[in-house]
């Protein structure tokens, strides 16, 4: 119903309700003058009625009138009633409600009575609301990132990234990496593929050897000295590496261990290492480096989270639709987990409506 419609109505009733007051009126007049010359029970009756009527009338206009204006303009005492007294009934109102109504004690029974697990949990457990809900999600962020400032997002993260790195020192994070894994022992298998692998090469490569050595050797000593000499040094280093690979307590394995724990010391305390990785960490953020960095990123991460949003079966869905499964079902069966949200939601509610 439009505003025009409602005051059409309007107009229509008070036409209706004046008339029944000119009505009255009028038989109030007839009657009083048929009264003067015949005195019958029934016109009596009619004037009294009129009259009473025309009273009734007169009462509620003026009482509805004083409500909200001053009847004909003439400022009655006690009229206008609502005008000059909105801010004493709007605070008496209040006042009533919630005393009456938001008291601790009146809203406590209903608040302790708040179960809504069980009811979330059994909507849930519901495959098409899940369906609506994952949908309704996807469509609200899918809006918040094509409504993004791209520049604005690229350069936030350009901002952040400089911001994380000017105070990361990267030898120290090189020394501590160094030192975690020789600490877990991780640099043996290493060592032992390294090992293998010079072995295998020796050994596969023996006729490099005795060429090497024919190529240094004298020319008076004979081909099959430096044979022997060739067999020698493959023989004697294949076994070397091969020992260094099977033996976990090798000599050689222990040695490179503290090398290994005195570089990572070094690169941790001197300023040379330090001043190597700054540099190196200065020139790979450079301005024009790191907003294209940055550019990249976000291209990539808005590209991929739109394609996963937008798609009915994508991975991302299908993982939410999963954990709004698992999550259903512990708000039905789990007691401990019920007891924990109903709380929560109990005490957030009893908060909340206390301070408004």
Avoid: C
Wanted: glycine share 4%; net charge neutral; aromatic share 10%.
């Amino acid at each position: 119903m439009n505003d025009e419609l409602k005051r059409k109505q309007l107009r229509k009733y008070k036409a209706f309700a004046t008339g029944l007051f000119v009505l009255m009126t009028v038989i109030f007049i007839i009657t009083s003058i048929l009264q003067k010359n015949d005195d019958s029970h029934w016109i009596g009756y009619i004037r009294a009625f009129s009259e009473a009527a025309m009273v009734g009338a007169l009462a509620d206009w003026f009482a509805v009138t004083a409500l909200f204006n001053y009847p004909l303009g003439l400022k009655i005492p006690h009229t206008n009633l609502i005008e000059n007294s909105k801010e004493r009934i709007g605070d008496n109102l209040g006042n009533f409600v919630v005393s009456n109504f938001l008291s601790p004690q009146n809203i406590r029974p209903y608040i302790q009575k708040l179960k809504v697990s069980h009811f979330v949990g059994d909507w849930l457990s519901k495959e098409r609301n899940q369906d609506k809900l994952v949908n309704e999600v996807s469509n609200i962020v899918l809006d918040i990132l094509n409504k993004l400032d791209d520049s604005a997002v690229v350069n936030f993260i350009g901002k952040k990234a400089k911001e994380m790195s000017d105070d990361l020192k990267i030898n120290q994070i090189v020394g501590n990496g160094i030192e975690y894994v020789l600490n877990k022992n991780d640099h043996q298998r290493l060592i032992t593929n390294l090992s293998k692998q010079i072995k295998d090469y020796v050994l596969n490569n023996q006729e490099m050897v005795k060429e090497r050595v024919k190529k240094e050797s004298y020319f008076l000593v004979p081909k099959f000295v430096d044979d022997a000499i060739a067999e020698k040094i493959t023989s004697g280093l294949s076994k070397y590496f091969d020992e260094v690979e099977n033996d976990e307590n090798h000599s050689l394995r222990n040695e490179i261990t503290k090398k290994l724990y005195s570089f990572s010391k070094e690169v941790q305390t001197e300023q040379k290492w330090e001043d190597e990785f700054r540099g190196i960490k200065n020139d790979f953020l450079k301005e024009e480096k790191l907003h294209q960095y940055s550019k990249d990123i976000w291209n990539s991460i808005k590209k991929s989270l739109s394609k996963e949003l937008e798609e009915e079966q994508s991975a991302l869905k299908t993982y939410l639709k999963k954990n709004l499964s698992e999550l259903s079902q512990n708000l039905q069966t789990d007691e401990k987990f019920q007891h924990k949200i109903d709380h929560w939601v109990r005490v957030t509610a009893y908060k909340y409506i206390l301070k408004n």
